[in-house]
């Protein structure tokens, strides 16, 4: 039989081939075949453009485990993914050059799936991603920290603490940017920085001053003249746009437009993205890194001191997820099977609408409390299933759902946390 380039090659190194019709379709895709290569199941695929995340999702519903391997015709290239049933979302590689890639290939020798998993996660993934961000995120913090002017107390940890805050900061900003947030321009961040460069003036002291306490941190009828000059831009309610002790410490604080050039060319250089409606698979960064990118650069003594340690979200979504069905079983009453499509599906056809009522009515009254917070992931993942959960209840009585205002119930009235550290509190609060 005449196998594909690809096929031919886990052929060679010695894959085990099962059958070549595993009853599994995707638009503009043939399955070649599934089988196995050193104990790791595969199921390869070729065809044209990419899968969608619909596919995606499906194929990893009814199949779990086994990475799916879709190859470009004829292109060299191929994408790659894998789940495990503690992941919401597969780990993607995009464009693996496959022909020439040892390190992928050796992942096939490693003695389990799960193993196989954060290998090709850490090596080709979002992980691979993350660490190189933050170590680029390291490198900037340093220079702004070298190159701060104007401090009252020019100590090197109070230097390392105001430039930690602004990368924060500007972390933050740059998601907004993306989404066009920002006076509704992507390019918000280069276009005033290069008009500041432009015109003469200080990048820091005319632009991100003004935008971080003169604009984000106060409602618009609060707001400078300056503030109101650079457009259409939103009020965000939390403490990270507030000025720390050591930056009112120092009102001459400022930095060179070279430096923070390379600071905005840096977060404009990563795909950012809060939208989890794209039809695509993605490697992308999202908010939920800054807890990642805070606990990161923590010394190891403040680490340890702080009991600082950044909770990976498969391990908050079992948390909550376990903790949401006990509650839905001793307060809600329902069996564990009832409590599990609840969670799992938003579907409460079981119930009568008037035992729906009472227990949306609960729902609603409830309080999470995270007394270790951090930036908040457990909270996110309690969000996300309270959301879920009263959205099928309130579909269950006829109720018309409203998902901003239920958003916004649920963040005002039933999240709560609290931690020492208080840029945690503020990333929480942002994050939310």
């Given at each position: ?278 039809t695509k698979p993605i490697l992308r960064l999202d908010p939920m890194m800054l807890g990642h990118v805070f606990e990161s650069l923590m010394s190891q003594d403040a680490r340890r001191s702080t009991g600082s340690y950044y909770t990976p979200m498969p391990l908050a979504r079992t948390l909550a997820k376990e903790s949401f069905e006990y509650w839905l079983i001793q307060n809600g009453h329902l069996t564990e099977g009832e409590a599990r499509q609840g969670i799992a599906l938003g579907d409460f056809g079981f119930l009568s609408v008037e035992r729906a009522r009472k227990l949306d009515l609960a729902i609603a009254d409830m309080t999470v409390l995270d007394p ?61």
């Amino acid at each position: 039989m005449e196998y594909s380039n690809m096929l031919s090659h886990l052929v060679s190194l010695g894959a085990e081939l099962e059958h070549e019709d595993a009853g599994i379709a995707f638009d503009g895709f043939k399955q070649f075949a599934s089988g196995r290569l050193r104990g790791i199941r595969f199921y390869y695929f070729e065809g044209t453009g990419g899968l969608s995340k619909r596919d995606v999702a499906g194929f990893f519903r009814t199949h779990t485990e086994g990475c799916l391997i879709t190859a470009l015709d004829h292109s060299g290239m191929a994408d790659v993914y894998a789940q495990t049933f503690l992941d919401r979302e597969p780990v993607v590689v995009q464009a693996l050059d496959w022909k020439n890639n040892a390190d992928f290939w050796s992942l096939f020798e490693l003695p389990g799936y799960l193993e196989f998993v954060f290998e090709l996660d850490r090596r080709f993934g979002r992980r691979r991603l993350e660490m190189r961000f933050v170590s680029e995120f390291r490198k900037h913090r340093n220079r702004l920290a070298d190159a701060w002017i104007g401090l009252t107390d020019g100590c090197e940890s109070v230097r390392m603490q105001i430039a930690l805050d602004t990368m924060l900061r500007m972390f933050f900003v740059a998601f907004l940017a993306a989404r066009g947030t920002l006076d509704q321009r992507r390019s918000f961040l280069s276009d005033e920085a290069c008009r500041c460069v432009k015109e003469g003036r200080s990048i820091y002291r005319d632009f991100i001053q003004p935008l971080f306490f003169e604009t984000l941190n106060r409602p618009v009828r609060h707001r400078t003249v300056r503030a109101i000059a650079l457009g259409d831009i939103p009020f965000l309610n939390g403490g990270l746009f507030t000025p720390s002790e050591l930056e009112k410490q120092s009102p001459q604080l400022n930095a060179p437009n070279a430096v923070w050039l390379d600071v905005i060319d840096f977060f404009g250089r990563y795909a950012l993205s809060t939208d989890r409606s794209e039809t695509k698979p993605i490697l992308r960064l999202d908010p939920m890194m800054l807890g990642h990118v805070f606990e990161s650069l923590m010394s190891q003594d403040a680490r340890r001191s702080t009991g600082s340690y950044y909770t990976p979200m498969p391990l908050a979504r079992t948390l909550a997820k376990e903790s949401f069905e006990y509650w839905l079983i001793q307060n809600g009453h329902l069996t564990e099977g009832e409590a599990r499509q609840g969670i799992a599906l938003g579907d409460f056809g079981f119930l009568s609408v008037e035992r729906a009522r009472k227990l949306d009515l609960a729902i609603a009254d409830m309080t999470v409390l995270d007394p270790a917070v951090g930036s908040g992931a457990f909270l996110q993942c309690a969000f996300e299933l309270i959301h879920k959960i009263r959205s099928g209840l309130m579909s269950r009585c006829g109720e018309t759902v409203h998902s901003g205002l239920l958003a916004r119930q649920i963040v005002s009235r039933n999240l709560y946390g609290v931690d020492i550290i208080p840029a945690a509190n503020q990333l929480c609060e942002l994050r939310l």
